[in-house]
């Protein structure tokens, strides 16, 4: 943090740090000053690595060009976490997240936690999968609803397998890389075939790309009403905001 706060002040408030040479992709965004990596096209993990950032919307695509053309149709996942009071602050963000994973052809959602129970089953969400991590007990759900069973936290769509885990978030910003990817061994061995890693927790949108799996954290929903799509088997990954209304406070 004190690296970026003093980046930002040598540069005349930069507001993004585009880096490179681990050949893996990585972005934390922070309202001081985010940081971007690509990935690498040559000698990459994942196929032949790029990013696009979007300066006007904020918005960050990792995307990359497979080596070999997939077999399978591609599957679109949205990506939300921590909502908690949203619907109390925003009346719109529900109708208006629809609008945008509907754009985007988006079918599943997986929400990581932190979910206020009077929104399960909203009718702005009845056309979507929603795979939904709730520590409390509930009764019953609509037929769309998934609870993710807190003892195996495993969402299986289009043939990939997602991991949930709210409260990695917890300290997490504070790791170095060597023990992100220690955590990311550890999981993907209690969890075996797990391509990727969903948590909560923590405002800062985040994603860390490593030879296991792929880690990520969607964003503040309340703050910067932010979500992620994640599309396979390309593996590209979208970081993106709902537009605020001009008049919006």
Same mark, same amino acid.
């Given at each position: 943090?004190?690296?970026?706060?003093?980046?930002?002040? *040598?540069?005349?408030?930069?507001?993004?740090?585009?880096? $490179?040479?681990?050949?893996?992709?990585?972005?934390?965004?922070?309202?001081?000053?985010?940081?971007? /990596?690509?990935?690498?096209?040559?000698?990459?993990?994942?196929?032949?690595? @790029?990013?696009?950032?979007?300066? +006007?919307?904020?918005?960050?695509?990792?995307?990359?060009?497979?080596?070999?053309?997939?077999?399978?149709?591609?599957?679109?996942?949205?990506?939300?976490? *921590?909502?908690?009071?949203?619907?109390?602050?925003?009346?719109?963000?529900?109708?208006?997240?629809?609008?945008?994973? =509907? +754009?985007? $052809?988006? +079918?599943?959602?997986?929400?990581?936690?932190?979910?206020? +129970?009077?929104?399960?089953?909203?009718?702005?969400?009845?056309?979507?999968?929603?795979? @939904? =991590?709730?520590?409390?007990?509930?009764?019953?759900?609509?037929?769309?609803?998934?609870?993710?069973?807190?003892? =195996?936290?495993?969402?299986?769509?289009?043939?990939?397998?997602?991991?949930?885990?709210? =409260?990695?978030?917890? $300290?997490?910003?504070?790791?170095?890389?060597?023990?992100?990817?220690?955590?990311?061994?550890?999981?993907?061995?209690?969890?075996?075939?797990?391509? @990727?890693?969903?948590?909560?927790?923590?405002?800062?949108?985040?994603?860390?790309?490593?030879?296991?799996?792929?880690?990520?954290?969607?964003? *503040?929903?309340?703050? *910067?009403?932010?979500?992620?799509?994640?599309?396979?088997?390309? /593996?590209?990954?979208?970081?993106?905001?709902?537009?605020?209304?001009?008049?919006?406070?």
């Amino acid at each position: 943090m004190l690296t970026l706060e003093k980046i930002r002040k *040598d540069h005349d408030g930069i507001r993004i740090v585009f880096t $490179g040479h681990t050949h893996r992709q990585l972005y934390v965004e922070n309202h001081i000053a985010s940081i971007l /990596n690509p990935g690498a096209v040559e000698n990459s993990l994942w196929g032949y690595e @790029f990013a696009v950032f979007n300066t +006007k919307t904020g918005e960050a695509v990792f995307s990359r060009i497979m080596p070999n053309h997939p077999v399978c149709s591609p599957v679109k996942i949205g990506v939300i976490s *921590d909502s908690r009071n949203i619907s109390d602050l925003n009346s719109y963000f529900w109708v208006k997240l629809q609008t945008e994973l =509907n +754009k985007q $052809g988006v +079918k599943h959602v997986i929400h990581c936690g932190n979910l206020a +129970k009077s929104d399960i089953g909203r009718e702005e969400l009845k056309e979507f999968e929603i795979y @939904f =991590n709730l520590e409390t007990a509930i009764n019953s759900t609509p037929a769309n609803w998934h609870k993710i069973d807190p003892e =195996n936290p495993i969402v299986k769509i289009g043939g990939y397998r997602f991991c949930v885990q709210h =409260n990695l978030g917890e $300290g997490l910003m504070e790791k170095t890389e060597r023990d992100i990817l220690q955590l990311s061994l550890q999981l993907a061995g209690k969890y075996p075939e797990t391509e @990727f890693v969903l948590f909560g927790f923590t405002h800062q949108a985040y994603l860390e790309e490593n030879e296991q799996v792929i880690v990520l954290n969607p964003g *503040d929903v309340v703050r *910067d009403q932010s979500f992620v799509i994640i599309e396979v088997p390309r /593996n590209e990954i979208t970081f993106s905001k709902i537009p605020r209304s001009p008049l919006s406070s």
